[in-house]
């Protein structure tokens, strides 16, 4: 501290005259003050300092730092790895995805045949009843079930079982009956 002290009293005293001292006296002072500025206290060289322990500090320094960039590049190599691993990892579940979802597609239309070809025989089946008895039994089905059956079922026999139904519930199955399915 007392260097820097006298420093700065010899500044203000020469501030003015500055450019009269040699170019190495002002070299050294810039430099003095650029060290004193970048450095941090501790590690300031107090005038008992020798170079040789500066030379060990910045051997210190330099060992430290690589040090610490190998352990970023470890990192970096360990990060890069699991990103990998994370990159195939999201492949093999859009892979699986696509599967399980062409699967599921395959399945629904396999569901919805199968419900086609029953309701295409019960259609057999409600063909043959009597139309009273048709009414009755179709009346109390699901609306989307009857409506199915109904659309499968002959004209003629459709129309005999709606004559036997009331005749707000027939307008209802013939309103819904001239809807687009769903």
Do not use: C
């Not at 501030?15 to 040699?22: I, S, T, V």
């Not at 003050?33 to 005038?47: K, M």
């Not at 610490?68 to 994370?86: C, D, F, G």
């Not at 995805?97 to 089946?125: M, Y």
Request: glycine fraction near 2%; charge should be positive.
């Amino acid at each position: 501290m007392k260097t820097a002290s006298r420093l700065n009293l010899f500044i203000k005293q020469r501030l003015l005259n500055l450019r009269a001292l040699p170019f190495w006296t002002r070299a050294m002072l810039l430099i003095f003050l650029l060290f004193s500025f970048f450095v941090p206290e501790a590690s300031r060289l107090n005038a008992a300092e020798s170079p040789g322990t500066l030379l060990e500090a910045l051997q210190q320094r330099n060992s430290e730092i690589d040090a610490r960039e190998k352990k970023v590049s470890a990192r970096e190599t360990r990060l890069n790895l699991l990103e990998k691993e994370i990159r195939g990892m999201l492949d093999e579940y859009i892979k699986l995805k696509e599967i399980v979802d062409q699967r599921e597609s395959e399945h629904t239309l396999a569901l919805k045949k199968e419900r086609e070809a029953r309701i295409k025989r019960l259609a057999k089946i409600y063909q043959a009843m009597d139309p009273k008895e048709a009414a009755k039994r179709i009346k109390k089905m699901k609306r989307s079930t009857a409506l199915g059956l109904l659309r499968k079922i002959k004209e003629k026999q459709a129309a005999k079982i709606l004559s036997n139904m009331n005749a707000a519930t027939a307008t209802q199955f013939s309103e819904a009956f001239i809807k687009p399915d769903k």
